[in-house]
């Protein structure tokens, strides 16, 4: 009998720290969403400073930096996510929230492509996120679609 109120116990416990391992970020706000910022290939990039922030916006056609909202990178980073070239109208990125599984931070995106069968203009989109984050000890960065499909990821931050 005690073991198994032992083993009961310790299974409460071991659910009760896997529930810990997984946070929302609660902070975490778009700076900017676009059709025709992101480069050729699909990418996820962090950027911890100000610097390489500034030398993204330089290669894409986002809006410049006086025009998105101010970032402090003393304890905050962005997320630069790109969807790369796509053939057609009807794609897209949004940010739908993230959250933290122990070092990984994991955004979760509507990840918008059209149907197969859709009639779309042909005209060449680029679509892109930047989001802002709180800085933390993310060993890694996944971005998940609405059905929790892996898009893209970045590891060794």
């Known amino acids: 009998m005690r073991v ?11 659910m009760g720290c896997a529930m810990q391992s997984v946070q929302p970020v609660p902070q975490a706000e778009v700076l900017y969403r676009g059709g025709q910022c992101g480069g050729a290939q699909a990418g996820l990039s962090w950027l911890g400073d100000a610097e390489s922030y500034h030398a993204v916006l330089s290669r894409t056609r986002a809006p410049s930096p006086g ?5 402090d990178f003393a304890d905050t980073g962005v997320v630069y996510v790109e969807m790369g070239e796509r053939p057609t109208a009807g794609y897209g990125l949004d ?30 989109t680029q679509p892109c996120l930047l989001l802002s984050m709180p800085k933390g000890d993310y060993r890694e960065i996944r971005a998940e679609d609405s059905q929790g499909q892996e898009r893209l990821q970045v590891k060794s931050l």
């Open 4 to 14: 198994l109120l032992m083993g009961a116990a310790l299974a409460a416990a071991s």
């Open 67 to 71: 025009t998105l909202p101010e970032v």
């Open 95 to 124: 940010f739908l929230g993230a959250r933290i599984e122990g070092e990984a931070l994991v955004l979760e995106l509507d990840w918008r492509e059209p149907p197969e069968d859709a009639f779309t203009a042909q005209v060449i």
